[in-house]
Nanobody, 120 residues
Framework: QVQLVESGGGLVQPGGSLRLSCAAS????????MGWYRQAPGKERDLVAV???????NYADSVQGRFTISRDNAENTVYLQMNSLKPEDTAVYYC??????????????WGQGTQVTVSS
């Protein structure tokens, strides 16, 4: 019914930048919160940043001041601008969205994940 497709991951040197994108498509009536999570090998999936439909942002302490989340409601797309990247930011990054479908059912949707590797 609803798909989230991420793009923008890759390999970057410490101190570098990357921009992740996630586009939602399908039977969408509206989208509430959109966010990014990450999971490093052997660790749990953790929240990185979340943005409400009204534009309020919240960040994990570890990325505050370095990462910026934004969204384009008209395009059902969320972005994550990542600056001053550190090796400890290496993880698979997942997009998440709370979607109200055309049938007015609220579902929690996940993207397939995109690898971000920070290494020299």
């Amino acid at each position: 019914q609803v798909q989230l497709v991420e793009s923008g991951g890759g390999l970057v040197q410490p101190g570098g930048s990357l921009r992740l994108s996630c586009a939602a498509s399908g039977s969408i009536f509206s989208i509430n919160d959109m966010g990014w999570y990450r999971q490093a090998p052997g660790k749990e999936r953790d929240l990185v940043a979340v943005i409400t439909s009204g534009g309020s942002e919240n960040y994990a302490d570890s990325v505050q001041g370095r990462f910026t989340i934004s969204r384009d409601n008209a395009e059902n797309t969320v972005y994550l601008q990542m600056n001053s990247l550190k090796p400890e930011d290496t993880a698979v990054y997942y997009c998440n969205a709370e979607v109200r479908t055309i049938a007015r059912v609220i579902i929690d949707c996940w993207g397939q994940g995109t690898q971000v590797t920070v290494s020299s």
